[in-house]
Structures are given as C-alpha cells and as structure tokens.
C-alpha cells in the first residue's frame, strides 16, 4: 500500500516535471531537444506508473525542494484530527489547484470594474451568488478565513471601549477580532450542560448595558463551539438580537459546508463560514455573507482621495482591502462547491456515524464523553482518563503508547500523547471506516485489559 | 501541442482520481473490488498517457467540477499578463501544492505554544527565519497578501485622522489599509520623470507638518511602483523618513521574491512582499518583515482576557488574527522559496531582457515607453498609439485585432483590445522566448506596413 501511495505522489510529479516542458518551451512546440527530454520523460512516468500498479520499486522521490516531506496522511490513515476533517480536499478541488495554482490565476479575464467578485470566467461572480444563497443571506464575499470575517464586521461596527457579546466558549479568533477592533468582550456563561441559551444572552445583555449604560455592538455566537462542538441556541440568540436590536453575527466555522445554514431563519445578520474548515478548500479561505442593509456597510466601498492626485478606486471596498482570494485558494471553494452543498444534505448521516463511535468508545469502560450525548456534531471531546489513561500511567512511553496503537491500526489524528482529555472528529469517514475505527479503539482496549461492554 | 497539454492535465486528473481510491479505502489497504477499480484506472491513465505521448485522442476532460475550464495559458502561451509573471509556480511549489493543499495541511504537527510560525515539521519556524534574513529584516510574518501586511501596519500605527505619506503612484491596496485604519493618505509628487524623490518626500513630510501640526503617522513607499514599475529613491526616502523620525513601510510588491531586497540597509522598519505576486505562491499570500523593536508592536500578543473564563491566548498575535496561512498557500511559498532566493541573484538578465523587448518595440515606428527607460525593471507601460494603434482606428476588430494576432503567435496578456497605453511584464521569459516575443511584435507590425526599424 505505502508504495503504491509513493508512486502515485512520483506519477503526479512527474507529470509536473512534464508540465513545465510546456512552460518553458516556446508556443510553437518543442524543438528536438525538448522532444527527447519529453519522451525520456514519458519513459520515466511509465515506469513510475508500473511500479505504481505493481505496488514495486523504491522510492525516488524522497523531498519536495529538498527539504519539505510528502504528505500522506490522508492517503495512508484515517484522520481523526478535530479540525482538518472537514477541510480535506475533493477530488475536483485539487483538479482546480493543479489548473489554477499559479498566483492570480483568477485574473485572467478581469475587466471592469476590477474586482475579483465581478469576474466571470471562470464563473466567480455566479459563485458569489451561490454562496449567499447557500447561507440563505443576500451578500457574500470570499475572505481569506472565517477570522477575517470577523475582523471586517468588528472594524466596521465596534468602537474603540465598545464591547461584544461572546460565548464562554468562543474561539480565539474571536477574540483578536475584537480585541483589533479596540473593543472589549463579553462571554456569556454557558448553563450546566455548556450551552449558551437565549436567556443567558439576554441576561448579559442586561448585564453590560447597566455596568457600561450602552448596548453592545455587536454579538458574535458559534453555532457549534471550537471546545465540545455542542450545538448552541442560535435561534433563540438570534431572537434576542433581534429584541435588543444588536448586530448578529452567526459564527459558522463548524457548520457551514458541512450542515445546512439558513441565516435569515436564524435572524443573522452576518453568516461567517471557514474554507479550510469546512468547506473543503486551500487554507486560507472562508465567506462572509450578510444582509443588503448591512452589506451597504460592512462591504463599504471607499471614500479615500489622494489629496494631490484626486485618484479613488471606487469600487474596492475597505474591509476586503479590494480582492481578497486571486487563485488557487478561492478555485479549491468553487471546485468543491457542488460536493460541499451536496454533503450538507447528509449531515444526519454524519451525526449517525459520529454516535455510532462514541457509543462504541463508550462501551469501553471508564470513557466518558465531555461533549453533549447523544451528539449533534462530528467533533467531540472525549475524556478517557478512567480508561486509556490508565494504561498510560504505568506504560514506559505514558500517553504515547495510545498513539503507538492507534498508528500502528493506521489511524492519526488524535493529540499525540494525550490520554486524559481529547477531542476527535470523524467528519466524512464513511461506514466502513467509522466501524474499522470503533474496532480499533476496542481492540487496544482488548490488548491493555480494559473491560469493553458487548 | 494542444491535445499534448490537455493530455497532461487528463494524465494528472486521473491519477488524482486514482488518489482518491486510497483516501476512500480502509488502511489495511484495497478489498476485491477496489483493487479491480484501481487496476482500471490505471488502464485509463495508461491510455491517456499514450495520448499525451503520440499528441493523439480527444479531450475526455472538458471542465472541473462541471464548471470550471482547464487553465493552459501558462502551458499554451507566452503570457505577458502585467501582474501573473512572478507569481507563476515554480514546479516545487506545485508539486508541495498536491501534497498539501487540504486545509490545514501545515498543522498535523502543531504543538505547544500552537502558532504556525512555530511549527518545525514541515519547517515553517525555519522559513520565517529565512524569509526575515532574505529582505535583511529581524523578523518576519507570512500574511495573506502584501495588503495585509500594510494591513496590519497601519493597524498597529495610524490612529484616527493620522496622516500617512504615500506616493502619488501608491497601489490602491495602500490607500485602503490606511482608510480602514482611519488614516489619510497624502502623496508625494513625482519629479518630471515619474519618480519619487527623497526631497519631494521630505517636503511632503514638512507641508503635512505645517498644515496638521503633526508629523505623519507611517511612511509607504513603493520601490517600483505598479503603474509605471520606475525605481523610485528608496534609499533617500529611507533616510528621510529617519531624520523626521517616522517609521517607513518598504512595499517591495514589486522587489520582494524577484531582486534582491535589503531592508536594513534602506532603512525600512516595515518590508511587506506579495507571494502570488513575486514570490511564485499561491494567492493570497506575502510577508511582513520588520526590525525586533517594531516585532513587539506590529506582531504584538493579545492582552484580552475573556470577563468570565478568564481565558488568554497569549501568544497568538492581534494583527495577524493567530495564524495566517494554514496550508498550500504557505507550502508553495516554501517550496519556491529556494527557486525564489536563486532567482533573485539572476535580476540583471531580467532587466536586460525587458531592455531587449523594449529596445525592439521602440524600433516599431511610433511605438513609445511610458515607464523610465532604459527599463530597470520587468514591468514596462508603453504607448502604442502611434504603431499599433493606428491600425485598429480603421480595423473591423479595433483594438482586438492586435489581440487576435498576438494569440495567433501565442501570446497572451496583454490588455484584450488595448492598443494605446498599457502594461506588459517579460518577467521570467528565457531569452528564447523573449526573442520570439520581440520578432512576433516586429511580424505584426510589418503585416499592417507599419515601419520598422533594422
């Protein structure tokens, strides 16, 4: 299997070292030179693809550009990694990153008015459109993460002392997002389930409008939290926004490309989503999707003349700093765009398998589940002190002996070293994959004595 | 050619698709069915090896993800595209693109204190110390674009009403950091040869003082600017902006990944480059590089603390949002990156390529060069409407009929239907093809009988 995995790498490669014949030749074709390199080349590619069918051979290619390792983590293992799951790429995204890796590749027929949203072909205008339907909002923009999202809405609405509603479990970025901004934050306790409800928010609302005798400026809420990936009482936070009528930001990082997100039902104001994330693209990347009221503001064009020359460029707007995603980055999102609006629709698949595994890991005593059970999401933290852990404390690699097992099972992904407390995700592993993992974890705890349930 | 090129791209799908049957299957390797759907894939790539070989077939693949167009114009073409010629990928870079362009590709060995630029497997704590000596710099960033380098400058420095000098010829991108830090530009006039001037800057300096009673917030200054890529006075600038004491943001757009750039020795507290620009990456992409007295600002540790949790993350840095580029855009800046650092020593070719394609151009009578010549740089604007121009004033296709006849020889990127004032770049063109470019000039302009010179 590893071989065969090598030569498909050196396959692609060589077809690189192919391509760029191309690039360095002239228009007109290769002169006799070239053509002999191209046919040795040619050779070369085929004895890779032979080795490559065969499973033979040793490998050629060791670096790329002598120091950076191949990566074949998602070819050799099952990733359990929290947040790379549901960033993996789809076999169209990486077509479109062979196709338009180039810088900006997206700039080929840019015309008037000059700005990346505007460009048609490839088909990036439409994909804008899409994008803000996908949300259910009005506007959308590429940016170059969901934490730059943020950052264009806190620059546009938070004032220096403003402050914003968070949750207790909001994600740093959140945090430096209004930190950037001059604002300060203000976390809403989580109730004894570590929710974050509508009357919590509401109540800190209150709460910061007595001691600051002003509203916040904004509230930004994660629907699912970076920490258990508990599912958070958007709807009712949204009502509340709507009541005390503050702007409300609708953090998506873990749902958007990944579950269905209706933002208007919501009562969002603005939808952030993360490309890297959760939609199966080239970090970084990720939308901001917003109303037509609040576009007006947060995608504001600018007002800045040059004193002595009188120059404005009109149409680019402060917040994106003009384009935002010119190549590569954005062609992954597009490329992956149909397979990513399509895998929202199975997300009680998803919800299933990722149960299906808790309750098996479950089964092996002393686990616990620190995320709410039954699960709503495909991250979960887990806390196998009373179970794993156990084994780690008298074992002479501790916690490593667990990663010991679990790699050797060709599983990675969890916090190497850590038994105690740890999160996993099992977003896009499919059946047969998610029971080979199950089996997994079972049968190390078979190894170690660890009582399993039937 | 043509089917050849479309054939490489096939022969790379395929074994993209063939990829995917390894991150679909069990580690343990292929069951039965698998192994027969692996083996008739490789029967395919075969035959469209064959293809790609003998230049024979017809395309299987039309578009990516149903939509999207396959992009040969750097394959197809010579592309003479203003602003795509250094960010063109190096093949390494496109070779760590395939490996790493999932998601968070750079984090499967992120450990304590979890920030990129710290992270040793692949080497990307090593490359932010590289890329800082490469530009003579103490310390540097990798951000999401040159504009957000500029981005997080004017954040960290220019407060409200702040004045910030910039040249008459300032990138827009330079116009929007400083409006949404909610500063004002103020630009230096050029001299009668479009170049910007130590003592036009430092009068500058003093009109701003006179009329705010304040001295400028920030200095940017393009080296080579965008319109015209002249070589502005960057060294003189550099000492003005000491004498007056205001910190100076070398935009090396333009320098950065294509010349040699020596921050210290400017005098620059600030050196912001572009990777999908001149440093061969994937966009969006660049680097911020500043002095350590300056690293202690700009790349400044969040101080929020969250009211109820008491949560810090105190190492992620507030302008650049905790991490900035969590995979392939990174992973191709590296892999170009010694490509990148050679080809930089190799800039006087560059420069008198670019002078052989304008010495040739300015043969074509009444062909002219806007941006100083003889050209010290790869980006020229000329003026063609005394040759070319006036052959499109009385054609049925206007202007495009010079497009036309470009593509016709294989040539691209030229403005679509511009034939007075616009932009080209030979950067990165062996002395081959810019042989070729300058003789398909010479054939289009004896074909409509305009005279040139032996």
């Known amino acids: 299997m590893r071989m065969r995995i090598q030569k498909t790498f050196e396959a692609l490669f060589a077809l690189e070292e192919i391509r760029e014949l191309f690039r360095t030749s002239l228009p007109t074709g290769f002169d006799l030179e070239e053509e002999a390199a191209f046919h040795r080349q040619i050779a070369e590619l ?14 050629r290619v060791a670096k790329i550009a002598g120091t950076i390792d191949l990566r074949t983590r998602e070819e050799q293992f099952i990733n359990i990694q929290p947040i790379q799951a549901a960033g993996r790429l789809t076999v169209e995204a990486r077509k479109a990153l062979i196709s338009y890796g180039d810088g900006y590749s ?15 072909k490839p088909g990036i205008a439409e994909f804008h459109e899409d994008l803000a339907k996908f949300v259910n909002m009005d506007q959308a923009r590429v940016v170059p993460g969901a934490r ?9 609405l938070v ?3 403003d402050s914003v509603i968070v949750s207790a479990l909001a994600h740093y970025t959140e945090f430096l997002a ?9 976390e809403v306790p989580l109730n004894e389930n570590n929710i974050v409800t509508a009357d919590a928010t509401a109540q800190k609302i209150e709460k910061v409008e007595w001691e600051t005798g002003k509203l916040p400026a904004l509230m930004m809420i994660d629907h699912f939290d970076y920490q258990f990936a508990n599912e958070h009482d958007i709807a009712g936070i949204g009502k509340v926004a709507r009541q005390y009528d503050i702007p409300f930001l609708y953090n998506g990082a873990y749902t958007v490309g990944i579950r269905p997100v209706d933002g208007k039902k919501i009562g969002a104001d603005f939808v952030v989503g993360s490309g890297h994330k959760s939609m199966a693209s080239v970090a970084p990347s990720g939308v901001l999707a917003t109303t037509d009221e609040w576009a007006a503001k947060v995608f504001r064009t600018t007002a800045m003349v040059g004193d002595l020359t009188s120059r404005m460029f009109g149409i680019k707007e402060v917040e994106m700093l003009g384009c935002t995603l010119m190549g590569g980055t954005l062609l992954s999102m597009m490329a992956s765009f149909p397979a990513v609006k399509a895998r929202t629709l199975k997300w009680d698949d998803e919800v299933k398998n990722s149960n299906y595994f808790i309750d098996r890991l479950l089964k092996i005593a002393g686990s616990k589940v620190l995320s709410e059970y039954p699960r709503k999401h495909t991250l979960t933290k887990v806390d196998t002190t009373g179970s794993f852990d156990t084994v780690a404390r008298t074992h002479k690699r501790r916690g490593f002996y667990f990663s010991d097992e679990l790699s050797s099972r060709g599983i990675v992904g969890e916090f190497a ?5 740890w999160k996993l995700n099992t977003y896009g592993l499919n059946e047969r994959k998610i029971r080979y993992l199950a089996d997994a974890f079972a049968e190390i705890a078979e190894k170690y ?5 039937p």
Not at 46 to 59: F, H, M, N, Q, Y
Not at 148 to 156: E, H, K, P
Not at 178 to 186: D, F, K, P, Q, T
């Open 46 to 59: 085929r004895t890779i693809v032979a080795d490559l069918e065969a499973g033979t051979g040793s490998p």
């Open 106 to 120: 997206t700039c080929d027929a840019c015309r008037k008015p000059f700005r990346l949203d505007k460009i048609s």
């Open 148 to 156: 730059r999202g943020f950052q264009a809405v806190t620059g546009t």
């Open 159 to 161: 004032e220096k002392g």
């Open 178 to 186: 209004v930190e950037n901004a001059g604002g300060i934050v203000r």
């Open 417 to 421: 070293g850590a038994t105690r407390t």
């Open 449 to 453: 004595e660890i009582p399993v349930a």
